[in-house]
């Protein structure tokens, strides 16, 4: 490297925490709104770590670079993923910052800094999709949906903030925690107890959707019939040998739906639709 090379390398600027909480933030707001099928969520990322990389690289072509490393495939779910990811990227450009300052052996390849992205992406996805999505999310809709049946604006409201809000700030502890703990962070997220807590809040979040399904699915049939002039009321018969059997049924049709169709929900409201009223119209519902 010459004289001239080594000049343009200046010292970085320090990352703070509120520069990662900006950066988590940048990429909250603009998760889904650059997506595009060759990079997926990649600009958002970018857009996101653009003013952290803006005070590690002075020199232009670092600059550059480094906005290219950040912008190959990305896609991943938006706090776990993207809290974990935005944090990690930040401490690992921080040292390939003060690597390249101090001309140093570069330690902090660009495919290490890829392949590290790549392989949580998916892993942290799964995980956040499974606790915020499928837990998470229904405990605050279960809360809400009696104000809903009241005919309050709460019951719309509520679980949209709440659940707004536990995203934005488990993303920031998440961003924070992987800065701070560095490459550490990978197997954190690995460990026993951590995967343990996953699998828990799955099953908590499967248990979730059942309570919701019985207290909420309300579908009964009025088919009733007389023998040797006694009256037998199909309902009440279910009640007593299977209760929330038909509930249980339209539900497990709809999951039977989306798992031979795909999750094609429209479709799937139509065809229930359709076929309710028709059950409805014979007298079987």
Not at 49 to 61: F, G, H, S, T, V
Not at 149 to 154: N, T
Request: hydrophobic content about 45%.
């Amino acid at each position: 490297m010459t004289e001239a090379e080594k000049i343009t390398h200046e010292a970085p600027e320090e990352i703070t925490k509120k520069d990662v909480t900006k950066a988590y933030l940048r990429w909250h707001f603009a998760n889904e709104i650059p997506h595009s099928f060759e990079r997926y969520l990649a600009p958002s990322l970018l857009y996101a770590m653009m003013p952290i990389l803006r005070k590690l690289y002075k020199n232009e072509d670092d600059l550059k670079a480094a906005y290219r490393r950040q912008l190959l495939f990305f896609n991943t779910q938006l706090s776990w993923g993207g809290g974990v990811i935005t944090g990690l990227m930040s401490s690992m450009e921080q040292q390939r910052a003060e690597e390249e300052h101090k001309n140093q052996e570069i330690m902090m390849q660009d495919d290490l800094m890829y392949n590290t992205k790549a392989g949580l992406m998916g892993a942290l996805a799964g995980i956040g999709d499974a606790i915020d999505s499928g837990t998470v999310q229904y405990i605050f809709i279960a809360i809400a949906v009696p104000w809903a049946q009241q005919g309050s604006p709460l019951g719309a409201i509520f679980p949209f903030v709440c659940f707004a809000l536990y995203q934005a700030c488990l993303g920031v502890f998440f961003a924070r925690q992987s800065f701070a703990m560095g490459r550490n962070a990978t197997g954190l997220m690995q460990s026993t107890g951590v995967q343990t807590a996953i699998e828990t809040l799955s099953v908590l979040g499967l248990f979730m959707m059942g309570v919701l399904a019985g207290n909420y699915v309300n579908v009964s049939s009025s088919l009733k019939f007389d023998i040797s002039g006694r009256e037998f009321i199909i309902q009440d018969i279910l009640d007593q040998i299977v209760p929330g059997i038909l509930p249980l049924a339209v539900v497990m049709g709809v999951y039977w739906f989306y798992t031979k169709k795909g999750l094609k929900v429209t479709q799937a409201l139509l065809w229930l639709t359709l076929i309710l009223i028709i059950l409805a119209g014979v007298g079987i519902l």
